[in-house]
């Protein structure tokens, strides 16, 4: 099995063959973020190879994810991608119907599938696929505990899945590393693309008093209900980018961001699907892959706007002693792109919001768990209601 490259002889045996690739999207593809993120990936080798062609569907329902794949298939693709957490049941189910074809899904794996059905997986023309922020959501942490006036920071969660809590639980480490008294409000909206609702979560955190705000939903809404409220009251609530570039949607207000190039991804897996192999185990990447990477555009790390406020807080850490948090998060960054990577987020002590030790000192959050069972908030979180 093929696990890295496919290698330039198969390459070459391959000639002239054509390859075409179907993606299923969740949202519009003008939704800012997830949809967006993905379709620019897609489209980014789909430029780069002449022996591609590539279709596409958008604001699919997971009710319906079946039929479009029947109907991807039927229209001649060779592999079909389906690019939300919802369609992991019927896209693992469908695979029996098309033997001869091949499908992958985004952000799910045989664990969640086997939770969610009961049934094992089965499926050996189906494989699984993500690109991870954890890393980045507590470098950002790292960011809104020393921006903070009020001790107060804020969550927007599409849904409480074990990946956007994953996020969220390492945003609030981030913070309460370099502020012990910060808490943090966490408000689930029920979807993952729906602008009135992100905005109107959004606003109710910064009622409540927060004044730095990350998010896992599948537009600029938050982002654009911060630099409102900034041109509105003067009063400044600090947001992060997510999936794509959001500095022009809240100049005054971005700080940095969580941003993926998922044609990281499909460039390896689509190589691959030429040469007729597919991958049935989960592919998980992280800042050190480049599939994603901290930043307020695509060339900033950090808005230069608040660069020299970063600079202004100073913390003492165990190994760097006194350090302000700016050179901070570069360090941690650095550490994070290496091939051996040996700082992790979810390191003890950590406890939960009841108190309890769910780490203890020096023990590491084992990887399933963190993937698959992330069902807990890190203590002094409001969660969900």
Known sequence: MLRESVSSAVLRELGQKKLKAGFIYVGPVGDYGWTRAHD???????????????????SVAPADTRDYIDSMFEGGADVVF???????????????DWPNKMLYHCSGGPLPYKQITGKEFQSKNTGFYFADFYQIYYLNGLVAGALTKSDKIGYVAAHTTSEVVRHLDAFMLGAKEVNPDVKMKVIETGAWYNPGASTTAANTLISWGADAIAFTVDSPA??????????ETGERVYTFSHYTPMLSQGPDVVVSGQLVHWEKLYEDLLLKARAG????????????SGAVQMGSTWEDKINPEFVDDLKAVTISDPVYGDINVYDLIMKRLDQFKQLRVNI???TGPIRDRDGNLRLK????LPQDNLRWGMDWYIEDTIPPE
């Open 82 to 96: 389906t690019t939300s957490f919802g369609y992991l049941e019927p896209t693992v189910n469908k695979a029996s």
């Open 222 to 231: 938050v982002v654009q209900a911060c630099q409102s409220h900034y041109e």
């Open 277 to 288: 192999v597919v991958e049935n185990f989960q592919h998980w990447r992280l800042l050190q």
């Open 40 to 58: 620019r990936g897609r489209k980014i080798v789909d430029e780069k190879y002449d022996w591609l062609t590539t279709t596409t569907a958008e």
């Open 344 to 346: 992790h987020p979810f």
């Open 361 to 364: 000192d020096g023990e590491v």
